[in-house]
């Protein structure tokens, strides 16, 4: 593409009269003085595309997208080739595609630029949240996260077959029919596929950190394809006696290495551990596994969750059931082998507190994290004052709506910036999300329900490609239990909302 700008750049000013203009250059200036600048993102606002370069300025001509082939859109037909009329040409670019459904929205260093597809559906115009069903089998213990092509891939446990699937959506809401896999006992003789935790490699391949029951240990799974429909290779990492109890409330972020890194509770220790491992499927015998909390405490670690800071190093949130509180570690090494700091976050004044706990990063580098108030039945939200979690800048009562809310935390950071948290609703069945009105949602926040009728155990979110948020759970239906996605129609997942 680099290339092909460059000659089209000649063309043009073969075309006009003075190129170079009096500025002496491309880029803008006097007239016929501009051509397309290399290096520099051009792209047109909302749903527009491009049609065109304005000659004497350089700038885009926008226009509105009226192609609907949802294959391979280009906004130009392969052929058009170089168009002059006047001070604007077009260019039939037959090779500048998107993939699926996505729209060429400008172009940076010869490259194009990539974004969704609104024509059908613009921000301004009211819709509701999407509520799609992605297998019919019960489920459990869902993970979600954005694969390399936008799309959603999602980890969980079939509870009929006791077997780990993974689902990957053929679109940016899993409204089209997904591929689903059993990535571990397809026979069903086994009992794996708990507490699944997921993330995308540097292959663009899924890798899958989950608990084997049946043989009492952590186990991954690595995807040799960004559905996971082949074969996967699966790695027992830590334990493997069925007389222990190792690997529950799994963890995985990919490090600043491109390997993962996995936080879990050992049962039988009441430990918090962590496993680096030493190649992308952990496969190789030099995986490092280090207990980070409970030497000198009887029952540590359940609910851990990681990310990986700014520092590049490992924070895991986790629940100290010895004396009920919200703990932190941080990371002394990219393996978490040595260094690492322990920080207790929120004791709840005594009260019972950080189960269901859910770590992210924010925009200004410090952790960030959902819980539970058990003695409450409330939501809570912790900003951390640090990287590390030294220090805490605050602690919230997010939603307390007089029932039971806040079990099945996750939060993430939404295209603003914000976080946005997604739990459950005991008390009406319900899935709830809370969008912060500010760093640590001490206040202007949203709460809204997005689904109803028992649903939202085991709540999962991440933000979409299209920069809406989208929610993996539980439909625990007594008739027909499924898992399910909720595909945010805005920010604030509030239904018919539109800016003016």
Not at 240 to 262: C, K, N, Q, V
Not at 365 to 370: A, D, N, Q, T, Y
């Amino acid at each position: 593409m680099r290339k092909r700008t460059t000659i089209l750049s000649v063309l043009l000013c073969a075309t006009l009269a003075a190129c170079g203009g009096d500025d002496g250059g491309g880029g803008g200036g006097g007239v016929g003085g501009s051509y397309l600048p290399l290096g520099t993102t051009l792209e047109c606002a909302g749903s527009e595309k491009v049609t065109g370069i304005e000659a004497e300025t350089g700038n885009l001509i926008c226009g509105p997208d009226t192609d609907t082939d949802t294959d391979t859109d280009t906004m130009y037909m392969a052929g058009a080739g170089l168009a002059l009329d006047g001070t604007t040409f077009s260019v039939g670019f037959a090779d500048a595609t998107c993939p699926g459904t996505q729209k060429v929205s400008g172009f940076s260093a010869g490259a194009p630029v990539c974004q969704s597809d609104l024509q059908f559906s613009l921000p301004q115009v009211p819709r509701d949240n999407r509520i799609a069903t992605v297998d019919t089998d019960s489920a459990r213990h869902m993970s979600i996260t954005i694969g390399a092509d936008g799309f959603p891939v999602i980890s969980y446990r079939e509870s009929g077959g006791t077997d780990l699937r993974v689902a990957k959506c053929a679109d940016t809401d899993c409204s089209t029919a997904p591929t689903l896999t059993t990535v571990d006992d397809p026979d069903g003789t086994d009992d794996v596929g708990e507490f699944t935790s997921i993330a995308i490699g540097p292959d663009g391949n899924p890798t899958v950190s989950y608990y084997d029951k049946a043989n009492g240990a952590l186990k991954v799974a690595k995807c040799v394809d960004p559905a996971c429909a082949m074969t996967a290779t699966l790695n027992v990492l830590d334990g493997a006696d069925p007389t222990e109890d190792i690997g529950r409330y799994t963890s995985l972020a990919i490090g600043t290495d491109g390997f993962p890194l996995i936080s879990y509770y050992d049962v039988t220790n009441g430990n918090l551990k962590a496993a680096k491992c030493s190649d992308a499927a952990c496969t190789s015998g030099t995986n490092i596994i280090t207990t980070l909390d409970g030497l000198g405490l009887p029952d540590v670690g359940e609910y851990s969750s990681i990310a990986i800071g700014t520092d590049g190093l490992g924070v895991i949130s986790y629940f100290n059931r010895t004396d009920d509180t919200l703990r932190v570690v941080k990371c002394g090494d990219a393996a978490c082998a040595v260094g690492n700091a322990l920080y207790l976050v929120d004791d709840g004044g005594g009260d019972n507190v950080g189960r269901y706990t859910s770590i992210t990063i924010g925009a200004d580098g410090r952790p960030v994290i959902s819980y539970r108030d058990v003695l409450n039945m409330a939501l809570k939200v912790a900003r951390c004052g640090d990287g590390a979690c030294a220090t805490v800048a605050s602690v919230t009562t997010v939603d307390a709506v007089g029932g039971d809310v806040g079990e099945y935390t996750s939060i993430t950071i939404g295209s603003d910036g914000l976080p946005i948290v997604a739990y459950y609703d005991a008390t009406g069945g319900n899935l709830r999300t809370a969008k912060c009105g500010d760093a640590g949602c001490t206040a202007g926040n949203t709460v809204v329900t997005v689904d109803g009728g028992f649903v939202g155990q085991f709540a999962s979110i991440t933000i979409g490609s299209d920069g809406l948020p989208i929610i993996a759970y539980r439909n625990d239906d007594p008739v027909s239990a499924s898992l399910r996605v909720a595909k945010c129609a805005n920010p604030f997942c509030l239904p018919y909302w539109s800016r003016r």
